[in-house]
C-alpha cells in the first residue's frame, strides 16, 4: 500500500474529540496488524509516524490522563504483535 492509498482509507488528521482519537488509536493497529510480518515501504513508515504524531499531539493536550507516550503505546502495540507471532507458531 502507497501513502495516497493508505490516506484514502483514513486520513490523518487532528484529533479534537475522545472518539477521533480512538478511532484514529484503532487505525494504528490495524494497519501494524496488516504490516507486522512484512518489510515495511517508506510510505507505509511516514503513515503510521503521521498516526503517531496525531496521537501524541491529542495525548498532550491530556498529559495527565495519559501515561504512555506515543513512542511507548507503538512499542506496546509492536511486542503485543511479535508476542502474538510466537504464541501462534507454538500453537
Known sequence: MNYKQLTNEFQPRPITS?????????????VLDILHDRNWSADQRDYCHMLGVVISEYEEQF???FTMTRFEYIKAVVEEKILDVIWRLKR
Open 18 to 30: 475522545e472518539e477521533q482519537f480512538d478511532l484514529t488509536r484503532n487505525r494504528l493497529n490495524e
Open 63 to 65: 498529559e495527565d490522563e
